[in-house]
């Protein structure tokens, strides 16, 4: 079987850690299961990397039988079996084993594949307490070991120092206890280049260990940066007084992105005999991640010794020359390979791509999220306004829209913390020729609901007398000083449905900010989505002087409102908050139909927001270009499905609006961050404003 071109391509990996059956003393046996587990699991998902637990082909409860020839030869035939089967499929092997090394034996990985033994990896660190005694039997790495250790005939490369390198993945190896360390050997080899960490283990279960464990896989792949795959022995090792589990888990970059089932679950109703993970890893965000954090380098001088590397990649054929021997197993396994996969199934990533990245999916999750969000965006604006006189007015637009709503709310939380009255708040209600009655209703709702100072201007007059100042036809209809408002309304909404008036919408909004500029300190409104499109006016919803949704992102704005409705407002303005989240978005700059509905709706105008934030958040966390955007999108469940054709269009459409409209987001007002994506120019995200996308989007 060959790896998917396309998965590969856009820089995904794929780890399956098993923990299969295994026979205490019995190697041989050990080694036909190992055998026959890569065989499904290649059947199965076609992985990049097979990890197997700590001293899988003897088991790891052998105690003082680890001294004896007769398991040592055993385990090292075992190794030579699993070695050549390797010849009869593609991935990378990685298996445990006790291994004589000049007059000591001591507890060793090894990495097999295409019918070699390509390296050994000791562990370094031995626990020798508590339950475990592996001093007694083990020697363990150290400066004096060899570089090489001779296994028939070859000298196979040997030592703590050993990365291997997999076409874009680079991997190093430890074992177990070497994770429990305060420095972990795995720290030397990030630094050196492994951006993928594999952990063979024999971590027997105890009560709250399972936690410990997974804080500590996860919290080393955040510290490396890295993908981290851990493989534990399962309950063929139970013995005497340990029970064993079978964990196996996989993180990236502080995330877990897998695990297993073990013994010690509690909806288990039976004991699982062995227990696998497949997942796939993104070793171009782990790059990209690197690249971002230039502090990940400075610890370069502090790694003990120089490091080599094992190239062990595949020829362009598959397998490079080695043996020909070919068990009865793989030849069945061959016949499998020769048929190709369906594509959309060997293409399918085997691990949950988030289609809302900013959105916890767990209600008790998400709502934390919202509470410490609104909290956040508080502190930021009680801040600001301690700065300036208590009674300067806090002026605000309302449109009965999402986001100026999200604004006003924490605004008044701001207020309230300062012990100051509400009626500081300058809440400004600007009626346009786009404004419904539905959103004018909710906006002075919502108003008179929170007791805050507000007024309703109708901005149409102003309009008018700028479009008749600048000489414009709005929407190509004639006017002059004679022009009525309420007829020139008429005929707006009569107006051909797909008609556009790009300077007939920036004068309403100028016209707004300019109103609200000349009455006080102005709070903005416009969110992180927006800022990322451009879809604001130049100076007029533009800008502000503090914007307390600069890094909200739409998708999450919605649940904002509601979480406010639901546990702040749920006697007073639960019906009005509800209704303005259910609203369409929409800017509201052009006409209604003639029955008075929202015509101008933002979504189908550029795309489902809920695209655009997913675009956002791997173009700007992963640097992902349009392909693997959509590849991913592609992998992704929304909450509708999206066409292969609205998918490539939307992010067309971001990286074109994206790098368009740089240029304002160079001069934003300040605005509290929030999220660990952010486009404020003083130190989140800087590029030039007439940088070109070409590259991007081909």
């Known amino acids: 079987m060959t790896i998917p071109k396309q998965r590969r391509q856009h820089g995904f990996y794929r780890i399956a850690a098993v923990s299969p059956k295994v026979v205490v003393a019995d190697p041989a046996a050990n080694a036909a ?12 998902s076609n992985p990049d990397l097979i990890l197997f637990p700590e001293l899988g082909l003897s088991a790891y409860t052998c105690g003082d039988l680890f001294a004896t020839q007769t398991l040592l030869d055993a385990s090292l035939d075992a190794l030579r079996a699993i070695a050549t089967h390797s010849y009869s499929c593609d991935a990378a092997i990685v298996v445990g084993l006790p291994l004589r090394v000049g007059t000591s034996v001591m507890n060793v990985a090894a990495l097999v594949r295409g019918g070699f033994i390509r390296g050994l990896v000791p562990k370094t660190f031995l626990p020798n307490y508590r339950e475990f005694y592996e001093a007694r039997h083990f020697q363990a790495a150290s400066a004096n070991d060899p570089e090489t250790v001779r296994i028939d005939g070859n000298d196979i490369p040997f030592g703590t120092d050993l990365l291997f390198q997999d076409d874009a993945a680079t991997l190093g190896v430890e074992i177990c206890e070497d994770l429990w360390v305060p420095v972990p050997p795995s720290s030397y080899a990030a630094l050196a280049g492994a951006n993928v960490i594999a952990n063979l283990s024999a971590s027997n279960e105890l009560i709250g260990k399972a936690q410990w464990r997974r804080d500590l896989v996860v919290s080393q792949s955040g510290r490396l940066l890295s993908a981290y795959a851990y493989s ?7 013995t005497s007084d340990l029970v064993f589990g079978g964990h196996c888990l996989i993180a990236e970059n502080g995330a877990l992105i897998g695990e ?14 062995q227990t696998q993970l497949i997942r796939d890893v993104d070793l171009q965000r782990l790059d990209h991640d690197r690249r971002v954090v230039g502090s990940f380098d400075d610890f370069q001088s502090s790694l003990p010794r120089p490091y080599r590397t094992v ?15 070919a068990s009865p197993q793989s030849e069945k396994l061959n016949e499998r390979g020769d048929k190709e996969h369906d594509q959309a199934d060997a293409n399918r990533l085997l691990r949950r791509v988030d289609p809302h990245p900013f959105v916890p999916d767990d209600l008790s999750k998400r709502e934390e999220r919202c509470g410490e969000i609104l909290a956040i965006q508080t502190a930021g604006l009680v801040k600001r306004l301690q700065q300036l006189p208590a009674d300067l007015p806090l002026t605000i637009g309302i449109s009965g829209g999402l986001d100026s709503t999200l604004a006003l709310l924490v605004a008044v939380s701001a207020v309230d913390q300062l012990k100051r009255d509400r009626k500081v708040i300058d809440a400004i209600i600007m009626p346009g020729f786009g404004t419904t009655q539905h959103t004018n209703d909710s906006a002075t709702q919502l108003v ?30 004639e006017i002059d000083a004679s022009t009525e408002i309420d007829d020139l309304q008429s005929r707006l909404q009569k107006v051909d449905a797909n008609a556009t008036d790009l300077k007939f919408e920036n004068v309403q909004a100028r016209l707004r900010t300019m109103l609200l500029m000349s009455r006080g300190f102005v709070l903005g409104t416009g969110d992180l989505s927006e800022q990322a499109l451009g879809w604001s006016t130049y100076n007029g919803d533009h800008m502000s002087m503090y914007n307390v949704n600069a890094s909200v992102p739409k998708t999450l704005v919605r649940y904002l409102v509601q979480y406010a409705a639901d546990h702040r407002y749920r006697s007073t303005l ?3 908050l509800h209704r303005i989240a259910d609203t369409p978005i929409s800017p509201e700059l052009l006409p209604p139909t ?15 927001y809920e695209l655009h934030d997913f675009f956002l958040y791997h173009f700007v966390r992963g640097g992902c270009d349009v392909a693997k955007m959509c590849f991913l999108a592609g992998q992704t469940d929304f909450d509708l499905p999206h066409s292969a054709e609205v998918i490539e269009t939307t992010a067309k459409t971001f990286v074109r609006r994206f790098f368009q409209n740089q240029f304002k987001r160079n001069c934003v007002p300040d605005g509290p961050k929030i999220g660990s994506v952010s486009l404020s120019p003083r130190g989140d995200w800087r590029m030039p404003a007439d940088a070109s996308s070409a590259a991007f989007r081909d």
């Open 594 to 608: 003639e029955d008075g509905e929202i015509r101008q709706n933002t979504e189908a105008s550029i795309g489902p």
């Open 33 to 44: 299961e190992t055998i026959a587990t890569m065989d499904a699991v290649v059947q199965q």
């Open 232 to 238: 534990s022995a399962g309950g063929g090792e139970s």
């Open 260 to 273: 297993s089932r073990r013994i010690g679950d509690t909806d288990d109703e039976d004991l699982p005999v």
């Open 448 to 477: 008179e609901g929170l007791g805050v100072t507000s007024e309703s201007i109708d901005i149409r007059p102003l309009a008018l007398r700028t479009f008749l100042d600048i000489g414009h036809s709005p929407l190509g209809l």
């Open 574 to 576: 639960h019906e009005t």
């Open 311 to 325: 190239d062990v990649a595949l020829a362009g054929s598959g397998r490079k020359q080695g043996p020909s021997v």
